[in-house]
């Protein structure tokens, strides 16, 4: 048995393209004294990934060429010279984009896929669906009555948003790109309406879609979607900002021309990343697993099957082909 | 004697003209059962002005075509119908662009010129300083040893921003327009440093008086200066944001580029008016009324003489011809 690993190649000159990554077969790694080995079972593919593949500055390191991708894995502990985790155990751990890692038990979380399934905690019981939570409660706060919009409402962080915010009471308007995102999600998720920004009537669109205006803007994307939905915002509204996927490959796509409507509407504007909170993670998971364990959260996943074919569900991830928490199922 | 009026003749297609604007002789008006008459000594051009000349949606009635322009002025109780107010009472009153006013009393207050200079009631101790005091310490938040900067430097709002910068032991950068303003700002108003934003080199000379970055950014402009000092902001900081002179004329001017920097450096931005906060005024007013009459605050004044010169003023004020706080003087 061998280990598979997935390499950074090069970085992108523009869209992400297969020959950014380089697949290799080592062997499987062995666990040093107060280490363990993991077989991952799901790698998670994320939005965030493509600004950890730039030279560039961000909130985080950038992936470095010649290494293992960065990424996070579920996956059931195979040997064990760690005291806390067991052969048997499940983890949540940052492994990266390869079958086997190993860990010394550094940002591992253990997981029980007796209580939500394995993959859950990759998505509305991980990383996108506290970011989801963080940016909902902590920068948008919505009161009963307000009116919520999210974009890439079908995705793995605005599902939660939009579903959360039907908890406290609110108007979920989802923004996703065409007809069968929009009809998922109001009929499955529950969102009162859903606005097709393909389909080119987006500002009026918005109109009808929150008859009040909007005061939470939950932002995953920037761009003509953040421009267009500044003309909608209520005064004292909230835009938490956790997300630029529109501008991945051109920053000049996320160029905001209303930028009055930041006076006029006294609004309050606020980039964030789920790793500023890591005092609320606690508190957000345990709330986050009850609402999936109840079914009273609701998840899609596009999963793709075998590693050799991530870097091609990555792209297409980016340029939204997906249909919700988009997995790499390695097992 | 007479009362002399402007009002508001038209609303501008564009830049701001004098023919917007036709000034008449009316009679001294009467107190009415619960009103005052109060003779005005200075009318306050402030940039907010221009928006209530516009048809559009903002975060004020606007002004009426045919009606007297709206504008503060302070001035002194000639005739009295109401209990609170007496002959010879100096007060801050909204009763416009004429030199005579009736007031229900509503929205006055008592000001002592004995204290502080009249003027500076219609500046660093008025509308302008409340404005600099609740954006710096509500939403700009700044720790000492931070960097704030801040546009329209020399101006009513923003010496004042840098002044309380200094008190708070923070590094207080301007951006002005022209030798003569930085050279005031810095070796009259103590700022660290400030950079003339005509100069042609705004982003080197941003990072050279910003070697630390930017915690605070307390916006009055908008436009290309925004856009440049956003390259150059640090993890976690602020951008009040309360003025947008540079987009009165062409909402285009606004158009704002650098937009990934809100998410990389997790900013918040708090668009606002120091109505939103009447809670605050009075703390903010007595801090600023003990600095200026400590000698601790310096403001600067540029002063028009007679009421037929308001038009021609308040169009040098959003070309930036004023320097300092723009008044009209009436007696």
Chains 1, 2 share one sequence.
Not at 39 to 65: C, E, I, N, Q, T
Request: aromatic share 8%; with cysteine.
């Amino acid at each position: 048995m061998k280990n598979i690993q997935v390499l950074l190649a090069s970085r992108p000159r523009g869209p992400v393209e297969e020959s950014n990554f380089r697949i290799v077969e080592t062997d499987i790694p062995k666990a040093g004294e107060g280490e363990f080995v993991a077989r991952a079972h799901y790698l998670s593919l994320d939005p965030y990934m493509r600004g950890r593949m730039d030279d560039s500055k961000s909130y985080a390191p950038k992936a470095v060429v010649g290494d293992v991708m960065v990424g996070t894995v579920v996956g059931e502990v195979i040997e064990s010279r760690h005291e806390k985790f067991k052969v048997g155990d499940f983890v949540e751990t940052r492994t990266g984009w390869q079958l086997y890692g190993r860990s010394n038990g550094g940002g591992v979380r253990k997981v029980d896929p007796g209580y939500v399934p394995l993959s859950a905690y990759l998505g509305a019981v991980g990383m996108p669906g506290v970011t989801a939570w963080i940016g909902l409660n902590e920068h948008g706060r919505p009161k009963a009555g307000e009116t919520v919009v999210v974009s890439a409402a079908s995705g793995a962080v605005g599902s939660v948003v939009g579903q959360l915010a039907k908890l406290k009471g609110c108007r979920a308007v989802g923004i996703a790109g065409g007809r069968a995102k929009c009809d998922y999600v109001v009929n499955e998720l529950g969102f009162d309406a859903c606005v097709d920004y393909k389909a080119g009537n987006l500002d009026a669109d918005l109109a009808a879609a929150c008859p009040k205006g909007v005061d939470v803007y939950y932002d995953n994307v920037g761009g003509p979607v953040l421009d267009a939905v500044l003309l909608h915002m209520n005064a004292f509204s909230r835009i938490p900002l956790c997300g630029q996927i529109s501008g991945y490959n051109d920053p000049d796509a996320l160029t905001v021309r209303n930028v009055r409507s930041f006076l006029i509407n006294r609004i309050q504007l606020r980039g964030f990343i789920c790793s500023d909170h890591m005092e609320l993670w606690k508190t957000a998971l345990k709330e986050l697993g009850a609402l999936v364990h109840e079914g009273k959260l609701k998840y899609r996943e596009s999963i793709a099957i075998g590693l050799e074919n991530a870097p091609k569900a990555f792209i297409g991830l980016l340029k939204g082909q997906n249909f919700g928490k988009q997995l790499v199922k390695l097992i």
